[in-house]
C-alpha cells in the first residue's frame, strides 16, 4: 500500500495532484490568490489559498526553468494549472500561460522552445509565450510525452480499451449500466479497469519553423500485448526513457494481467528497439520461468532466496534513466516479488557486459529518486534517513556520500548544469519551492539557494510553529525519533490538547512532509500539539526496524504509539494529558480503530480517515492482493493458520469495539478501491450501536485522498470541529 503510492505513502501526505474538471468548468481561470490572514493563524481557507508548485525543468543551457503552479478555487471547486518561466537564478519570473486551460508537462525542445500539454495535445511556444503552435494532432489523447534526445521522435502516452477482465457489453445495449467482470484487477485504485496506457513512437519533423508529430507514424510499443505501460495506478512518464543515442526505448511494466497481476509486485525493466521494434527484458535472463506460488499464502514464505532475486529481480522496477554517455541504465529496485514496501535499491545494468549492480547497498533506507550526472561517474539521490529526505551521491562503486542533513524532505530531483542541481524542498513549516543546490563533498559545504517563495506573502502573514525532535525510549529498549509540533506563539506554561499522529503506509516515513490535509502547521496553528513518532514499520531506520510490523500490525508499533504520547504526557509538562486525541490516515485509521480498543482511556476522542476496520473483509476488499498476503501472511480461511496470520485476523479492530468507550469521527471516500468504504460504515455503524457518539463523513466522489477544494474545506472543518468539540 505505501510504496505503490510513488515516494511512499508521500502522495497521501503530499496532495499536488489536480483535480479533473469537466469542460464547462474549464472556462474558469483561476489565478492566484491573495488574502489577509486574521491573526496570524492557518485555516482551511488559508490552506488551500496557498499555490502548489508541480513539475519543473531547466533548458538544456541550464539558463532557465520552466515550472508548473496549480492554483485552486473553493468557490467553483477547481484547480488551474499553469506554466511559468524565471531565470536559473530565480529572477525574472514570467506566466506563460494565461488561458483558462490546464496546460502542463513543460518540456523543452531546444533553449527557445518549450513544449507542453493542453487539452491533451502536445503544443510549442517560444520561451516567451509566444508564437503558440499544435504539435500533435490526437484529438486529446496524449497523456504523456518524451522527446528523443535527436529531437527527431516523441513516445506518447495514450489510453486504449481494455476488456480483458471487464467484458464489453453488447453492442444493442447501449444503455445497460452492467459490468461483468472475469477475473481479478477489474478496478484499481478510484475506477474500474476499461482501458489501459500504451506508450506509441511518433516522428517529428520541424516545418517553417514549427514542429509537428507526423500523421501516421505512431507504433504501439506494446502492440498486441494486454498490460499496461506505465503501471497504475501513479505511473507516469518518469516510467519511460529514451537512449542517448535514440534508437532505443526503456520502459517499465508489469507483464501479468488477472489474479497473477493483484498478487505480484514483479515489474522489469524493458528495451525496445525503435528499428527493429524488438523487446528484452534487462532484469530476467532469457530462458527466465516464473515459479508458481499460491495466490492466497505471503510471498514472504514463498521468497527464493537472496541470489535468485539477485539474477531475476522479481520485486518492483521502475523508472529507468540512461547515462549520459549510453553505457549504462539505472533504476530503483526492490528485492521482493509481493512486498510493495521493500528498501528500494539503485540498480545500474552495463549495457555493454549486461552485469547488475546495486549501488546504494550502505544506505539502509529507500532511494526516492535520482538523476546521472554529465560525466556518467556519479549519481545524486534522495533518501529517507532519520525521518527526513535528503541528498546524497554515489559512484559506479557504490561509495555513498550523504550532502544535505536539513530538517526538511527534498522531493524531486535533476541537474541544473554540469556542477548545479534544481531540486524541490518542503517541510513542515514550508510549503514547496524550488531550489538551486551545488553539492559540496560534504553536508557542510553544499550550497543551497532558494529561487521560488510561491507562497511568500500568506505565510509573511503567519505565525510559525517550533518543531523539535524528541527520542523516546521504546518497550523494548530502543530509542524512536519522534517529532514535536508546538503551537506558534507556544507558552511553556500553558497547558496544551495534544494529537497522536499515527502514520499511514503501514511502511511511510514521518519525515517533512507538507499535506494539503494532514498538515501539522494547521494543526498547531488551531492550538493543538502534535506528537508524531517514527514507529516500528518506518523507512529511514534500518532494515530491521522497517521490516517488524510485517506480520504484526497490532504488536510492537502499537505499543511504539502508547510510548510516544505516554512519554509526551508525562515528560512535557506543557501537554494536558486529559485532553489527548488520537488521528491518522489509511494505516493510521486502523491504528486509531485498533486503540480504540486498547488505548485504556489515554484518549478523548479519535479521528480515523480511510482506515481498514475489519481485516478479514478488507482481505477479499482490496484491489492490490499482494498487499494483504505479505501483511497478513495468508487467507483468512487457512487452516491450521500461520502464527502471524492468526494474530493478524484475532487482533482485528471490528473484534475489540466491545471495548470502545470514546467519541470518534470516521471519514471515507466512496471511490476508495485500496480500503473500501463499507470499512469506515462498519466502524461508525459499530460505535453507534455502542452508543457512543461518532460521526461519519462521506464522500461520494473522492477516493483514498480528498481533492477537491471543498472536500478538503469540509474536511478540515470537520476535522477541527470534532477535534475543538472533545479537547477544548
Known sequence: MSRT????????TTILTPC??????????????????????????????????????ASPDGKHIVYQVGYYSVKHNKSHQVLWVMNADGTNKKQLTTSARNETDAAWLDNETIAFLS?????????????????????GKVEGYKFSPDRKKIVILKSIPFHEIIKENP????????????????????????????????????????????????????????????????????????????????????????????????????????????????????????????????????????????????GYDQNPKFSPDGRYVAWLSMEHDGYESDRQRLCCYDLQTGEKTFLTESFDSNVDDFCWT?????????????????????????????????WADFGSLQMLDSKRLLMERHSYTAAADLYVVTPGKDARSTKKEQITEENKAIFDQLGKPTVQQRWVKTTDGKKMLTWIILPPNFDENKKYPTLLFCEGGPQSPVSQFWSYRWNFMIMASQGY???????????????????????????????????????????????????????????????????????????????????AFNLAAMYLETEENWFSNWEYDEAYWHRPQMPNAKKTYHDSPHKYVENWDTPILCIHGEKDYRINYTQGMQAFNAARMKGIEAQLL???????WVLKPQNGILWQRTYFNWLDRWLK
Open 374 to 406: 554529465p560525466d556518467s561517474k556519479t549519481i545524486y539521490y534522495i533518501g529517507v534517513w532519520h525521518a527526513t529526505e535528503n541528498l546524497y551521491r554515489t559512484n559506479l562503486k557504490g561509495e555513498v556520500k550523504q550532502l544535505t542533513d536539513d
Open 171 to 314: 453492442k444493442d445495449l447501449p444503455k445497460a449500466s452492467g459490468r461483468l467482470v472475469t477475473d481479478l484487477m477489474y478496478r484499481h485504485w478510484d475506477h474500474y479497469v476499461e482501458s489501459i496506457q500504451h506508450p506509441f513512437v511518433a516522428d517529428v519533423t520541424m516545418d517553417n519553423g514549427q514542429w509537428t508529430m507526423v500523421n501516421d507514424s505512431e507504433v504501439d510499443i506494446l502492440e498486441g500485448e494486454p498490460y499496461e505501460c506505465p503501471m497504475e495506478p501513479f505511473g507516469g512518464i518518469e516510467q519511460l526513457d529514451w537512449s542517448t543515442d535514440s534508437k532505443q526505448v526503456a520502459y517499465t511494466c508489469r507483464k501479468k494481467t488477472g489474479l497473477l497481476y493483484s498478487i505480484s509486485t514483479d515489474s522489469d525493466i524493458y528495451l525496445y528497439n525503435i528499428g527493429t521494434r524488438k523487446t528484452r527484458n534487462l532484469c530476467k535472463p532469457d530462458d527466465y520461468k516464473a515459479p508458481k506460488v499460491d495466490p492466497t499464502t505471503t510471498l514472504r514464505v514463498q521468497a527464493v532466496n537472496s541470489e535468485e532475486n539477485l539474477k531475476n529481480l522479481p
Open 119 to 139: 487539452d491533451g495535445d502536445i503544443w510549442t511556444m517560444k520561451q516567451d509565450g509566444t508564437s503558440r503552435s499544435q504539435l500533435s494532432k490526437t484529438n
Open 20 to 57: 479533473k474538471t469537466t469542460a464547462a468548468q474549464e472556462q474558469v481561470n483561476i489565478g492566484k490568490q491573495h488574502i489577509t490572514v486574521k491573526d496570524g493563524r492557518m485555516t482551511p481557507e488559508t490552506l488551500w489559498a496557498m499555490s502548489r508548485i508541480g513539475a519543473y525543468t
Open 529 to 611: 500539539i502534535i506528537v508524531a513518532p517514527n514507529r516500528r514499520g518506518l523507512p529511514g531506520f534500518g532494515k530491521e526496524w522497517l521490516e517488524e510490523i510485517s506480520g504484526d500490525w497490532t504488536g510492537q508499533c502499537m505499543q511504539d504509539y502508547l510510548s510516544a504520547i505516554d512519554d509526551a504526557a508525562q515528560n512535557l509538562p506543557y501537554v494536558d494529558k486529559d485532553r489527548l486525541g488520537a488521528v491518522g490516515a489509511s494505516f493510521g485509521g486502523f491504528s486509531v480503530y485498533y486503540l480504540a480498543g486498547h488505548h485504556d482511556k489515554r484518549f478523548k476522542c479519535f479521528i480515523a480517515h480511510d482506515g
Open 698 to 704: 462521506i464522500f461520494p466522489d473522492e477516493n483514498h
Open 5 to 12: 503510492f510513488l515516494s511512499g505513502l508521500i502522495a497521501l
